[in-house]
């Protein structure tokens, strides 16, 4: 694919995530000599910098949050050589005249076309605000260059919110100029599940309700909320991981081949993934659902904070930074196959996986003591340690048939010479080829937030909903069993519990 001439246009550049991930990314891309001959970036932000001082926090991102070494300093300059900024109140529509008057002297400048990406990397009340400005000053405009819209998530708070801002969006722009962005998405090893089902003939005729017990999504991360209270307590562990990130994983896993790896292939099929989910009635909500909260607890021997006496958070909220969900796809493919999806901070370790559980053989040769319900896994590990694992049964050499679970284990650390990029750098790139493949379709992120919408109305005001402490450190409220109740099953455990004896993970 080629990478036309293009200005990316970063609106909340003086923030994190531009520091942290989007300044690191685009260093990336240049230095594996992937960003377009003419290409500038232009950071817009409230805060008055100059382009000099703009361009040396830059630098320092890329050296704190990319790790580079010391020797790339003159690279690195090289690099923020295209970067620009330019201070403006994003509230004040008349402001961006200014972007407009910038944004022409710089493809004079560059002697380009006016191909332009916005992104959109501020508070979400800004979402629907600049779009509209932009496009007042007819900055939406496609006659003399393409311009693409990526918008961060969370893309809306809940269903209604969502789409509203899906309407204001659409008044001004067309779908195909909207980029919604989720991380997930990008990363390797997530694409890699299209991959693995979709390039290989040993799993495709098992995937499906004959041959698979369960699936079982996790996205568990070790650390708490950080100085993230204020953001968090708005949002909580569905809208954060499950709502995006965690669904998104879901409906690759459950999608139908497409007819091909095109953009509109493939989302068409995982669209279906969530028009089929099956819905919850709100009676069920707590048959199904759990959600938990972590507490202060010592980790290897160190205290470590409660969710409630973290930074910015309310001592008596009920925001969940746990939860735990059993649904059903209902389709040909699927029908009857639970499938359950945890995520939580403060958990004994950081691991995204997917295991597919495989059913039992009908009938046990051997002695029914070495088996299990779900012995078969196939495990897809997305983050760290990124690969993926079998799990089967083997016989233990000696006297008798004595059966034993072994590991048939992938990793991508043993290729040589292979670069994981970031989920950001693909991304990014994707956009400026115009490949909106993996990025979230309106309809798709509407459909995700119709499903979660009865379980997010009882958790916000059905005061017997339980918010279940556990103690940071450890894998959850302990009744996160009970969701998958069948014998003698729980969720995958990569690592054991860190309170207490203060044992350490091995994955
Ligand atoms: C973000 C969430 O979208 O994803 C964070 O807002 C979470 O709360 C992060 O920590 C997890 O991403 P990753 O790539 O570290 O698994």
């Known amino acids: 694919m080629t990478t036309e001439n293009q200005i990316l246009v970063i609106f909340g550049a003086s923030g994190d995530l531009t520091k942290r991930k989007l300044l690191p990314a685009l260093y990336e891309l240049f230095e594996q000599k992937m960003l377009p001959e003419k290409f500038a970036i232009l950071g817009v932000s409230r805060t ?6 703009f361009r040396d926090k830059m630098h320092s991102s890329i050296i704190d949050y990319g790790k580079h070494g010391i020797d790339e300093v003159s690279r690195i300059k090289k690099f923020v050589q295209n970067v620009y900024y330019q201070p403006i109140d994003t509230n004040s529509p008349e402001a961006y005249a200014e972007v407009k008057n910038r944004l022409k002297t710089l493809t004079d400048e560059l002697g380009i076309k006016s191909n332009f990406i916005y992104y959109l990397s501020t508070p979400p009340s800004l979402y629907g605000t600049i779009p509209q400005y932009l496009a007042e000053h007819g900055l939406n405009k496609q006659n003399d260059g393409w311009k693409r819209l990526i918008v961060e998530k969370p893309f809306g708070y809940d269903l ?34 299209l991959v693995t089902r979709f390039s290989n003939g040993i799993f495709e005729p098992l995937w499906n ?20 209270g204020g953001y968090y307590e708005g949002s909580g562990a569905l ?15 459950a999608m139908e081949p497409p007819s091909s ?10 669209l279906k993934v969530f028009q089929s989910l099956r819905r919850i009635k709100e009676d069920e909500v707590k048959k199904v659902t759990i959600r938990g909260q972590y507490t202060s607890s010592k980790i290897n021997g160190e205290k470590v904070l409660g969710y409630r006496e973290e930074k910015g958070v309310d001592p008596d909220s009920r925001t969940e930074t746990y939860a735990a969900i059993k649904f059903y796809i209902d389709n040909w493919r699927w029908g009857g196959v639970p499938f359950y999806v945890r995520t939580g ?25 070495e088996v299990c319900e779900s012995c078969n896994q196939l495990v897809l590990r997305i983050h760290p340690d990124e690969g993926i694992l079998i799990k089967f049964g083997m016989k233990v050499p000696g006297a008798g048939f004595k059966v034993k679970n072994v590991n048939m284990d992938f990793h991508y650390s043993d290729l040589s010479n292979i670069r994981l990029p970031s989920a950001y750098e693909r991304l990014l790139l994707d956009c400026m080829q115009g490949d909106a493949t993996l990025f979230a379709r309106g309809d798709a992120v509407i459909e995700a937030w119709k499903f979660l919408a009865p379980v997010q109305n009882v958790w916000e005001h059905d005061p017997a909903m339980p918010v279940y402490g556990y103690p940071a450190g450890t894998w959850g409220p302990e009744n996160a069993d009970e969701l998958i109740q069948e ?3 729980t969720w995958r455990y990569p690592c054991k519990n860190l309170t207490g004896d203060g044992l350490y993970c091995e994955l």
């Open 345 to 369: 901070k403060r958990l004994p370790t950081r691991v995204s996986e997917v295991v597919i559980h495989f059913k039992p053989t009908p009938h046990y040769l051997f002695s029914q003591k």
């Open 239 to 253: 809208r954060d991981m499950i709502q995006n990130h965690l669904l998104q994983v879901v409906s690759l896993i």
């Open 261 to 270: 790896i095109d953009s509109m292939a493939i989302r068409n099929e995982t």
């Open 160 to 193: 209604e919110s969502a789409l509203e801002l899906n309407k204001t969006l659409l008044s001004d722009w067309e779908e195909d100029q909207i980029y919604r962005i989720d991380h997930y998405l990008g990363k390797e090893t997530v694409q890699n599940l």
């Open 487 to 489: 014998k003698e099953m």
């Open 48 to 53: 008055k910098y100059t382009d000099y001082q």
């Open 209 to 228: 309700r004959n041959y698979v017990h369960h699936v079982e999504v996790t996205g568990a991360e070790s650390i708490g909320v950080e100085n993230r």
